[in-house]
């Protein structure tokens, strides 16, 4: 059974700062994707993962995926209160998308 | 422009009832699925269909029942809802399988089982 793990679930951060967050799962799947869900808000679709060292870019956002590790990371450089959000990670096992519990990122001034 | 819609957006009702809950997409997308969000879990999915006429269970598929008549809509019925069942419900959507399957989701409906 596929099994998809984040880790930080909590993430308070200072604006200016970098931190990664990660993704492990648990079968072989090449596509994953990230979602920010703002408070009370639908997800809205950040990166699509579709091959091995797969790396998008966006902003102040950097995903990467490693399919032999079975890794996905979200890096976040020099963090804005505006980033603020929870995350989520889902791995596409054959359209069974599986999705991580979610990082809960806080920003503070 | 298209979009995907959900109805009713929040909703309240008493343990046994049947609730459907409705789900609506302009896309033209052949694949629909059915998700529930609770603290913790993240998203789970419940079910899901490829096109129409065509229905499949999802990780929590028990208690719940899909059908899928035209393209357009995949409504969610619970046949006796229970406090269990208390949760946010997320719809989603995404164009015919391939390797590039992106959902798209919609605003999500409040369910509350009293």
């Known amino acids: 059974e596929l099994k998809v793990e984040q880790n930080p679930l909590f993430l308070s951060m200072q604006e200016g700062k970098n931190y990664t967050i990660y993704c492990n799962y648990s079968t072989t799947s090449d596509r994953l994707y990230w979602y920010r869900q703002d408070p009370g808000k639908s997800l809205e679709s950040l990166f699509v993962l579709l091959s091995n060292g797969a790396v998008k870019q966006e902003g102040r956002l950097m995903a990467s995926l490693d399919t032999k590790a079975r890794l996905s990371t979200l890096h976040i450089t020099a963090a804005v209160h505006d980033l603020s959000a929870t995350y989520f990670c889902a791995v596409d096992n054959n359209n069974d998308m599986r999705f991580g519990a979610g990082t809960r990122l806080t920003v503070k001034p | 422009d298209a979009e995907i819609t959900q109805s009713p957006r929040h909703k309240i009702t008493e343990t046994g009832r049947q609730v459907t809950l409705a789900c609506h997409q302009t896309w033209n997308h052949n694949n629909m699925f059915w998700y529930r969000q609770d603290l913790g879990h993240g998203l789970r999915l419940i079910h899901y269909?490829?096109?129409?006429?065509?229905?499949n269970k999802g990780e929590v598929s028990d208690g719940y029942s899909v059908s899928r008549s035209n393209t357009e809509d995949l409504p969610l019925t619970l046949e006796s809802a229970a406090s269990s069942q208390t949760s946010v419900y997320f719809c989603a959507s995404s164009p015919t399988s391939g390797s590039y399957n992106e959902q798209f989701f919609g605003p999500g409906t409040r369910l509350t089982v009293l």
């Open positions: 269909s490829y096109g129409v006429q065509d229905t």
